[in-house]
């Protein structure tokens, strides 16, 4: 959940499909028990309630561990001559009531790791992820003694590498002239960079890579 507030229950079709989803809607206190399983819901994602982090569904359902260390359990000799650890919960469950969805009560929980629980669990999420592709109309002209690089983003992109080198082949080439390159002139169509003082210093070949948090463009 995005705040603290208590969330509203969870309320489910003949079917198990959320019928109020909503951005503070959690799965709880038994509210969508619509096949005796204890608000067993069919639809990922169908409170439609997001986390900071984008991830649906995570107030209900089952409580979820945190790195955050609980008070151990003491040993009970014979079968249990050392004391377990446990971890603090956090997030409630199917058959908790709402206000364990929010803090501080959500921390007042911890469970035995090493123990199996109907309703304690974890989800796993994945960022859909999208390379940049490399600019698709890189144009290279003179500026006196400059050599001035245009291109248009094609989308997805953070920042560019702007690469250049005496060969022709980019397989053979190091790192990059400039990293992190973002426009240089807001105020012109495209994507502009200056690379000062190139002509004096030989003559080059020019690639410019893509960048963002999934990785970078092929350099070919």
Request: include cysteine; charged fraction near 20%.
């Amino acid at each position: 959940m995005r705040s603290d507030a208590t969330p509203t229950l969870a309320l489910a079709s003949p079917v198990g499909d959320v019928v109020n989803p909503g951005p503070n809607v959690a799965n709880m206190d038994k509210s969508a028990d619509w096949n005796d399983e204890n608000g067993n819901v069919t639809t990922l994602g169908g409170t439609t309630s997001v986390s900071p982090w984008g991830l649906y569904d995570m107030a209900g359902n089952v409580n979820e561990p945190t790195e955050t260390l609980g008070a151990p359990i003491p040993p009970n000799p014979p079968d249990q001559p050392e004391e377990l650890p446990t971890r603090r919960l956090r997030g409630g469950d199917f058959s908790n009531p709402t206000i364990l969805a929010s803090s501080p009560a959500a921390f007042a929980g911890s469970l035995n790791m090493l123990a199996e629980a109907a309703n304690v669990g974890f989800r796993i999420g994945a960022r859909f992820c999208l390379v940049p592709s490399d600019p698709p109309d890189l144009t290279v002209a003179r500026d006196g003694g400059d050599v001035v690089l245009s291109w248009t983003d094609p989308g997805q992109t953070d920042s560019w590498n702007v690469y250049r080198d005496g060969a022709s082949d980019p397989s053979l080439w190091g790192g990059p002239r400039a990293a992190g390159v973002t426009d240089e002139e807001p105020g012109v169509d495209g994507v502009q960079f200056r690379d000062v003082g190139a002509v004096a210093e030989g003559s080059w070949f020019y690639l410019v890579t893509g960048l963002n948090f999934c990785g970078e463009s092929p350099l070919d």
